[in-house]
């Protein structure tokens, strides 16, 4: 009679991967003579909450033994940062550049780059404008980013040195002169201007969208999968909704991933576990082979970017 062969599932797999690696954390802190370590981060907001959540999460695995420090700037802030030693990660919501490598290279620091998620535009109004649009294209977005449009309503823009209005800079290309700049305001609170102003107008990404969607309206856009698509968090965690998408990333510092703390934070940051806080969050996961090839450069701590040469923008990522 021949032995029964037991075949584990995938979904088995994967829980005993991440059991190993809970275990392996706790019992490396555990033998660290119970010495308290911090984890300095900065970067850019839009990769704040995601970031923050998954260092509270670390916290807990390690019982409290790593903290994180993380402070909210934009990506070029994070990689002087990063490039001049004070902090161990840079999250950021473009590539790296080759002048900023080379900057890391000239204090002898080197990073390794995996991208975590992605992040989508909603461009909304407030919940009391019964006048809102309901689709713009392209070309509306483009006039109405350079305050040529007729809608007649505030646009609220990102302050112009963020990350988010770089990228819309990048985007809404216009070779036009702006003929209405009085209906432009640069404003330091957008969430709080948008919410109070009925006749405002303005771009959000999904995950700051989503804690106060009550309070405004979604307008749709024109997507690549969708005539006219209006977000919602299916769609976000389906990939169906994709205008002005973003791709996060996070830079580790190559020559502090020996340190067992710190390479098992960016290990767990790839974990089914962290997948799922990215999808609860409002995040767009990336596909699997992308987490697949993090794994790899992570383990062999491959050095500069490989998405340098995509896009400078977005890093070219789906």
């Not at 483009?142 to 449009?149: E, F, K, R």
């Not at 770089?166 to 957008?190: D, G, M, P, R, Y």
């Not at 383990?299 to 490989?306: A, D, F, L, M």
């Amino acid at each position: 009679m021949k032995p029964k062969v037991m075949v584990m599932s995938e979904k088995a797999n994967t829980l005993v991967i991440a059991l190993i690696i809970t275990v392996t954390i706790i019992t490396l802190i555990s033998c660290s003579n119970s010495q308290i370590e911090t984890i300095h981060i900065s970067g850019s907001p839009e990769a704040t909450p995601l970031i923050q959540t998954l260092s509270d999460e670390y916290h807990i695995l390690t019982e409290g033994l790593i903290q994180t420090s993380i402070r909210s700037s934009n990506s070029d802030a994070a990689f002087i940062d990063l490039c001049s030693g004070k902090t161990h990660i840079a999250t950021s919501a473009r590539p790296i550049s080759n002048t900023e490598i080379t900057q890391c290279s000239d204090s002898s620091i080197k990073v390794v780059e995996l991208p975590l998620a992605s992040v989508s535009t909603v461009l909304v109004t407030h919940s009391m404008n019964k006048q809102s649009p309901k689709c713009l294209s392209n070309e509306d977005l483009i006039n109405l980013w350079h305050g040529t449009s007729d809608l007649g309503l505030t646009l609220y823009r990102p302050e112009s040195d963020s990350d988010f209005s770089k990228f819309l800079n990048s985007q809404l290309i216009n070779n036009e002169t702006s003929n209405s700049q009085s209906s432009l305001v640069t404003s330091a609170s957008l969430v709080t201007d948008l919410t109070n102003d009925i006749h405002g107008i303005g771009f959000l990404d999904y995950v700051t969208y989503s804690l106060v969607e009550e309070r405004l309206n979604p307008v749709g856009l024109q997507s690549s999968t969708d005539t006219c698509s209006v977000p919602n968090r299916s769609k976000v965690s389906e990939e169906n909704y994709d205008a002005l998408n973003r791709t996060l990333f996070l830079y580790f510092r190559h020559d502090l991933l020996k340190k067992d703390y710190l390479y098992r934070f960016a290990e767990m940051t790839m974990g089914e576990s962290s997948i799922n806080i990215i999808s609860n969050l409002g995040y767009t996961t990336l596909d699997s082979t992308v987490y697949a090839e993090n794994h790899i450069l992570l383990s062999e701590r491959t050095t500069g970017s490989h998405y340098i040469q995509k896009n400078q923008n977005t890093g070219g990522i789906k």
